[in-house]
Structure formats: C-alpha cells, structure tokens
C-alpha cells in the first residue's frame, strides 16, 4: 500500500512511517525539517515544509496528487496550553489556520484525486475532554472531527479512520508546555502506530476514554461542568 504522512519526521508521525516501512508499505512524507529523517529509505520525503506558511501548502498538496497514496494520514500539529485569557487575535488566528484551515485543504486535495482513497485524520481524546488551556486546541480537534465526518458525505467512496489518542510518548507535551501531562499515563506511539496501520476506516480511541465520551455525550452540559470542575480540582492537586 501507498502512504503519506503528513508530520512524519518527528512525534507520531515519525513512528507511524517507521512502521510502514517495518511492514513493507511504500512511505512518502513531509515534514518542517530541513533534513530527510530516514535517509533516503521513503519513497518520497518533501522536507522544509513549513505548513506554517501558505505557499508550502500548495507544494503539499501537489506533492500528495504526484503521490497519489491509497492512504493519507494527518498528524500535525501546534498548539500551546494557554488560557484564553492570554491569547491574542495573532495567537488565535495562527493555531486555528494551521490546526484547522491546513489540514482541510490538504484533505481536499487527496480527496479530490483520490475519492476511493483512505484518509486518517490524528485527533484526540480531547474531543471528549474539556482542559482549560487548551480550549483552541479542542476546538480544533472537534472543527476537523466534524469536517472528517461531513467529507464522506461528499465522497461516498472515501475511507475515512478518525483516532482520538490519549496522551503518547512524543515531543507533544515538550512542544505544548503542558505540565499537567502527568496525570494521564502516556502511551507508546508505537502502540498507536500499529493500530493505526491495522485499519482504514472507522472510529478508534482508549478504553480508558469511554466513560468521557458517554459523559460529553449523554449528560446535559450543566452536570458536564460540575463533573470536569471536580476532576480537574482533583487532577490539579496530584
Ligand atoms: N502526543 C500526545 O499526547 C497526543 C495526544 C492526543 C492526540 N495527539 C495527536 O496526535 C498527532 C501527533 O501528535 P504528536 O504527539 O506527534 O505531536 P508532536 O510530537 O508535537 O509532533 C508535532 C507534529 O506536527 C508536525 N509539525 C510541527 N510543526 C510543523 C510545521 N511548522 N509544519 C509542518 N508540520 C509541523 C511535526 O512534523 P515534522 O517535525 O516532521 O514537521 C509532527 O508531526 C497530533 O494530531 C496530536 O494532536 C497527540
């Protein structure tokens, strides 16, 4: 099979082209780095994709229609754990872009030359979850879970596999400032890499997050508070 990892040169990303290539998958990739993380062993590595900026979007896109992989998986990301209270028009504006707008135009090119294709879109337990300070990045999470979810409407053929991680052992925590991380175990991404290779379409999360998703599903919102206002009371404590 042919696979795209868009962020495959740190994190996640890094891992899951690792295991691809380990099962003998053909593997392109981006990433922001300057240098091809896995030396020459991809079939294709677009590096120096800064998806920070429009004009590597466009490169992005082209080089996935080249590419034409039976399977695109996204796994960018950036954000920071601040209070909104903190965050400025600049602040909101950039995370919402590349968190949101950049991955949605990247979606829309592979489907458009791949509407048979598969898709796997990285999101999060936090769609479950509500964290104070890292209300853009829920927000993010929850925009591009709906957008995964609308797209298959418009194309019927298109695989689409959403994945709500819990937290994993990558440079995540590091990268968002995060220091209340501790309080959920963090997993190998190798775990998750595998699981993700193992399917290409449907739903997967952690056992250990159902009880939030029937929480955020079936409570009314007022008791939802309550309940995250005590659990983050006692998380903070720890
Ligand atoms: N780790 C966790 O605890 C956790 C929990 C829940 C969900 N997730 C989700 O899992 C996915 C992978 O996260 P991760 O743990 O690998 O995060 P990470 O370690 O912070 O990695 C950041 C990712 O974003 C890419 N990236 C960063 N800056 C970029 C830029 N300027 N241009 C293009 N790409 C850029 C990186 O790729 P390059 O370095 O190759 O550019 C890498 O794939 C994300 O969608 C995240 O939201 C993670």
Redesign the pocket.
């Known amino acids: 099979m042919k696979i795209f990892v ?9 891992t899951l082209v690792r295991a691809a290539l380990a099962a003998g998958h053909q593997v392109a ?5 300057a240098t091809d ?1 896995f030396d020459g062993q991809t079939d294709l590595a677009v590096t120096g ?4 900026q429009s004009g ?1 979007v466009d490169v992005l896109s082209d080089a996935i229609r080249g590419f034409a992989p039976d399977r695109l998986v ?6 920071h754990y601040r209070p909104m209270a903190e965050q400025t028009a600049t602040s909101i504006d950039e995370e919402v872009t ?1 968190n949101v707008a950049v991955p949605i135009t990247l979606a829309n090119a592979y489907a458009a030359c791949r509407p048979d294709g598969s898709m796997t879109f ?5 769609c479950f979850l509500y964290n104070p300070g890292f209300a853009l ?1 829920k927000a993010g ?1 929850d925009a591009l879970d709906s957008f995964a979810k609308s797209l298959q409407f418009e194309y019927p053929r298109l695989k689409v596999l959403r ?14 400032g995060y220091a209340g ?1 501790k309080v ?1 175990p ?1 997993a190998e ?1 190798a775990l998750w890499a595998a699981r993700v290779l193992s399917r290409d379409s449907g739903v997967m999360m952690a056992v250990r997050d159902i009880p939030f998703l029937i929480m955020t599903r079936l409570l009314p919102f007022r008791l939802q508070k309550i309940l995250f206002q005590i659990i983050f009371g006692l998380l903070r404590r720890k």
């Open positions: 868009v962020g495959g040169g740190s994190g996640f990303g890094c990739y981006s990433t922001s780095s993380a994709c800064d998806l920070t590597q996204l796994c960018m990301i950036k954000t590349f990285m999101l999060s337990h936090i990045y999470k994945v709500y991680p819990g937290a994993m052992r990558t440079g995540f925590v590091t990268n968002t991380a959920f963090a991404p």
